[in-house]
Nanobody
Framework: EVQLVESGGGLVQTGGSLTLSCAAS????????IGWFRQAPGKEREGVSC????????YYLDSVKGRFTISSDNAKTTVYLHMNNLKPEDTAVYYC??????????WGQGTQVTVSS
């Protein structure tokens, strides 16, 4: 069973930085892609970034391009989301998720990111 644990959230001022971590276990790293999602109050969950396991190809939501960077450790068991120049609209609960096929079917518990203006 895949288990994902996020950490690194917190309160930061506009323009500040945070790095989120997603520690994954119970899976074969090269068989899974990991994504970061976020959900703000009253809004739908949206995909923020993802990284593929075999070739480290990355994807970013347009609104975070140039500010967020996704990376993984060499073992591909921890995926990071480096967030710079944070804005109040980045405030949300951030989740990491894993998928082997089409759907993301394993999710972490989420970590709160709050950006004050």
């Amino acid at each position: 069973e895949v288990q994902l644990v996020e950490s690194g959230g917190g309160l930061v001022q506009t323009g500040g930085s945070l790095t989120l971590s997603c520690a994954a276990s119970g899976f074969t790293p090269n068989n899974y892609n990991i994504g970061w999602f976020r959900q703000a109050p009253g809004k739908e969950r949206e995909g923020v970034s993802c990284i593929t396991s075999n070739d480290d190809e990355t994807y970013y939501l347009d609104s975070v391009k140039g500010r967020f960077t996704i990376s993984s450790d060499n073992a591909k068991t921890t995926v990071y989301l480096h967030m710079n120049n944070l804005k109040p609209e980045d405030t949300a609960v951030y989740y990491c998720a894993a998928r082997r096929g089409v759907e993301y079917d394993s999710w972490g518990q989420g970590t709160q990111v709050t950006v004050s203006s």
